[in-house]
């Protein structure tokens, strides 16, 4: 019945379907109990290569955080529909964004993580999706479940949309994306990492923390990656300047991923 | 004598010569580096190889374009502000740097062109004025847009402050509930439109405090970043903090922020400020020029097959191969279809002689026999 104070408000409330869906039927099955959270990443040999996957995976091992690790090529299937995602038991996801609110880590050095997010991150996503040479070395881990058209459509967009995301993501309005600058700005940011380093063992001082996991998802992504890219190449020179940093990957591989430290041989320029 | 193209300035009045902060920022790194430099305002990014302003011209070629190119340039002309760093220095300049670049200059964006009221009242009005027409039509709305892009692709919305506080409340759950049931046209019509929404709490600004609180103690109570001569990263914070403090906007959040809680910035920026002459001016672009540079630039992108990059000058090396491949697939193909006589080549030809022996017919032999047939 409608109100004095609002008689069109009833008689559109009727109109606009605001009980929307008319029903509502409980589920026939409820989903299985897991005894412990589960991290949901994208599959690949060894250590996952995925950049965010990475470093959200080592973020959950510097906080000493009990999860299992379960591998799927479907996004569409977190929150946010972007991988990684992590599975509680009470049935709740959380994604990726919000990962970090349910850990206890030390402050990072805002300046420093601003330059790994903005130098080394931009490069990892250009070599996946826009450099023509990653993107038909990368295609079939992403979207290897979708047939060759389908793969190929998708490629497409995605790699449109990334080039757009680091076109304006640049300082200067309107500029280019143009590959060489991305990745002068990842060697510029290696080499201030590099110094901020020094003789210590992680970048957040005596235990890793946001920024290690941040950097250490960057190199390692260029350092397993399996195409050349002028990043890789400088990482990987015999009698390289950046030799700590790809001693800090391996130290981080070694002590919390528990794989053997002798991926990465130096290369004869 | 250096030429430097950067977007020209609506502040002017203020004392600023761009409305783009890598512009300003070397400007201000020329000016304190006492180098010999003449500005040029223009409206397109069309004259330098890969769209981006500022660029650096040394006579007719364009030197470098971009912040950290134009800086290294610099460095090797001797013209170093980092010069009297050390390594660690050099790293902690590195790293501020882009935090100012590619995190507080969020805040500058959502506080000028997602803010309705100043963008509307503010600075729409100022960018049209300086393009002019036509291009005063579509060049902020393009400015609006590529904005509103870079700050949704961070996460950053202008309806995030709305959506959290009212969320956030559990009094208003449920009048929050039964709101959301209301048809939009309806509160429209009861509650009136909204011109200009309070944006003040949006999240940006407890992020763009958190830059600012860093920078504040990174330069404590020291006339300069690191010590008391300038560097590259005071003229980078310099080129942000002054768009942020010296514009006059109807919501000026940032600048209340500075003002009111980092005044050792504040101090920075109008130090800086004064020192900053006013440029020798070259010649301006016409706006004819800007509307067919931007024209062009328009064309451009939409013909080149990436849209986001200019065809670059950098030799392909496997060009060669195809060429070969393409014409060896060709020669293959018309060397087939000769060989089996589905083409030929035209020539001069002998007449064989059975030609030869053929009466020539004329039209009087060719009547006889129609007449002889048809009768």
């Not at chain 1, 026939?28 to 991290?39: D, E, K, N, S």
């Not at chain 1, 995925?50 to 959200?56: A, F, P, Q």
């Not at chain 2, 409305?19 to 020329?30: E, G, T």
Request: aromatic share 10%; charged share 20%; with cysteine.
């Amino acid at each position: 019945m409608a109100t004095p104070e609002a008689p069109l408000r009833e008689i559109l409330k009727s109109l606009s379907f605001t009980q929307f869906p008319l029903c509502h039927i409980d589920p026939f099955y409820t989903p299985a109990v897991i005894p412990r959270p589960q991290l949901f990443v994208y599959p690949s040999p060894g250590i996952t290569s995925d950049v965010e996957c990475l470093r959200i995976l080592a973020l959950l091992k510097f906080a000493n955080y009990e999860f299992d690790l379960r591998y799927t090529n479907e996004p569409n299937s977190s929150p946010n529909a972007q991988l990684p995602y992590l599975l509680l038991p009470d049935g709740t996801a959380i994604d990726n964004q919000h990962i970090e609110d349910h850990l206890s880590l030390g402050e990072s050095s805002m300046a420093y993580y601003s330059l790994a997010k903005h130098g080394l991150v931009p490069a990892t996503e250009y070599l996946v999706w826009v450099d023509p040479v990653g993107v038909s070395a990368f295609g079939d881990k992403y979207l290897g479940g979708y047939s060759v058209v389908v793969r190929w459509a998708l490629g497409w967009v995605v790699s449109e949309r990334v080039a757009k995301k680091l076109q304006t993501g640049m300082p200067e309005y309107g500029a280019a994306l143009d590959g060489d600058v991305v990745y002068e700005n990842a060697v510029r940011a290696m080499d201030s990492l590099l110094v901020f380093l020094g003789d210590r063992m992680f970048l957040d001082g005596e235990a890793p923390g946001r920024l290690d996991a941040l950097v250490f998802a960057c190199l390692n992504a260029f350092l397993e990656a399996p195409v050349k890219s002028p990043v890789r190449t400088l990482l990987t020179l015999k009698d390289s300047k950046y030799r700590p940093l790809v001693d800090y990957v391996l130290r981080i591989i070694s002590s919390y991923f528990g794989e053997k430290a002798d991926s990465v041989e130096p290369r004869v320029a | 004598m250096y030429s430097l193209y950067s977007w020209g300035s609506p502040f002017t009045a203020e004392g600023l010569h761009s409305f783009d902060p890598s512009c300003l920022s070397i400007q201000a790194y020329l000016q304190l580096s006492q180098a010999e430099w003449q500005l040029h305002n223009v409206s397109s990014a069309s004259l330098s190889p890969n769209n981006c302003l500022p660029a650096l011209t040394c006579g007719q070629a364009v030197v470098e374009s971009g912040f950290w190119r134009i800086v290294e340039f610099l460095k090797s002309e001797g013209y170093d502000l980092n010069a009297e760093l050390d390594e660690e220095q050099q790293s902690q300049s590195t790293a501020y740097v882009s935090m100012v670049q590619d995190s507080l200059v969020d805040a500058l964006l959502f506080s000028w062109y997602l803010v309705s009221e100043n963008f509307a009242e503010a600075i729409r009005p100022r960018l049209a004025k300086l393009f002019g027409f036509p291009l005063s039509l579509f060049i902020p709305t393009q400015l609006k847009d590529h904005a509103e892009s870079r700050l949704e692709s961070r996460g950053i919305h202008s309806a995030a402050a709305a959506e959290t506080k009212t969320a956030s409340d559990p009094s208003n759950t449920s009048a929050n509930s039964l709101r959301s049931k209301i048809p939009r046209i309806y509160l429209l019509a009861k509650e009136g439109f909204k011109s200009h929404e309070d944006k003040s709490t949006n999240p940006v600004y407890a992020q763009a405090k958190k830059c600012l609180d860093t920078l504040s103690k990174k330069l404590d109570k020291k006339e300069y970043f690191f010590g008391s001569k300038p560097t590259a990263l005071d003229t980078v914070v310099y080129g942000y903090l002054s768009l942020m403090l010296y514009p006059d906007l109807p919501q000026s959040t940032l600048k209340s922020m500075i003002i009111e809680e980092f005044p050792n910035l504040s101090e920075f920026c109008d130090r800086i400020h004064a020192q900053m002459e006013p440029p020798s001016m070259g010649p301006e672009q016409n706006w004819a020029a800007g509307v067919g540079s931007m024209v062009k630039q328009s064309v451009l992108q939409f013909a080149s097959l990436r849209s986001y990059s200019l065809p670059t000058t950098q030799d392909d090396p496997e060009l060669a191969s195809k060429i070969v491949s393409v014409a060896g697939a060709l020669g293959i193909f018309f060397g087939y279809t000769i060989y089996k006589g589905i083409l030929s080549i035209p020539g001069t030809r002998s007449l064989t002689p059975a030609a030869q022996t053929l009466p020539a017919f004329s039209s009087s032999d060719i009547l006889s026999v129609v007449k002889g047939g048809s009768s």
